[in-house]
């Protein structure tokens, strides 16, 4: 049985003032409920105050957004994967599609990133997804099987086991349009199946595979009641901390 793992993908949000607030609510609404993963990714700026408010929080991870490749040096603007295991962030997410389509990243920038981050004992979160001329032009599988290819290219099984992949069709962030769960379910068993293919099949049923895009109280249950959705990385209604404690909720009985 694959634990589920919903993460709070905050984005470009979040001062640490609003974190600390939303960390309060968030813990009087789940309590020590341990029944899936739970992980918050901060921005860069809130991740020191967010995690020392989850010192001493058991049941709630730290995740980052984004890491350099490189272990140190002349990057300005960067962070490196040791700076964010200073500060006791366990999972980063790697290739997001904004980081694909607004900032150029390409899918052997994610690589060299993913095998960073296993190297300093980070758990990536891998993001890949179609846009939606992908889609209509009947190319989904195509460019999901050149994503994890290309993302996950030279990582050992039980590397890849380390990992998380997250399904996030490009049409569906932030639109408010999510993928029917019947559409979700489709890409997530393509995806084990490439998984399968490419490593073996007793790994590829180990992996958590995440859908995102517009996931929200209202359509969580549904969604991670499909055989191969094993969690949600959350946007927009993960800056409602009820509202991401009810998807929490409707996750642990899926
Ligand atoms: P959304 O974002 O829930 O606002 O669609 C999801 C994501 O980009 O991770």
């Known amino acids: 049985m694959r ?3 919903i993460a709070a993908n905050w984005k470009m949000n979040m001062t640490c003032g609003e974190a600390a607030g939303f960390i309060e609510t968030l813990l009087r609404e789940i309590g020590q409920d341990d029944k899936v993963d739970v992980v918050l990714i901060p921005p860069f700026t809130a991740i020191a105050k967010v995690s020392e408010l989850l010192s ?7 995740g980052a957004q984004n890491m350099y490749f490189e272990k140190s040096g002349a990057f300005t603007g960067e962070i490196s994967a040791a700076m964010l ?3 006791f962030v366990r999972y980063v997410v790697l290739g997001h599609s904004e980081r694909r389509t607004i900032f150029g990243e390409s899918d052997e920038v994610v690589n060299r990133k993913t095998r960073a981050a296993l190297d300093s004992t980070l758990k990536p979160i891998v993001c890949i997804g179609e846009t939606l001329a992908e889609r209509d032009g009947g190319k989904v599988e195509e460019v999901l099987g050149r994503q994890i290819r290309g993302s996950l290219a ?3 099984a039980k590397e890849l086991t380390e990992i998380v992949l997250a399904y996030e069709p490009v049409w569906a962030i932030g639109t408010g349009r999510t993928a029917t769960p019947a559409q979700a379910q489709d890409a997530h068993a393509f995806i084990r199946k490439t998984l399968a293919q490419v490593w073996d099949a007793p790994t590829a049923e180990k992996i958590r595979i995440q859908y995102g895009g ?6 969580a249950a549904s969604l991670m009641g499909q055989p191969d959705i094993d969690g949600a990385l959350v946007g927009g209604a993960a800056l409602d901390p009820r509202a991401f404690a009810q998807i929490i909720k409707h996750s642990a009985g899926q």
Do not use: A, D, F, Y
Not at 56 to 62: A, R, S
Not at 214 to 219: D, G, R, Y
């Open 3 to 5: 634990k589920k793992i």
């Open 56 to 62: 001493n929080v058991q049941n709630v991870k730290l």
């Open 85 to 87: 295991r200073e500060l």
């Open 154 to 156: 030279g990582l050992s």
């Open 214 to 219: 517009s996931v929200k109280p209202e359509n």
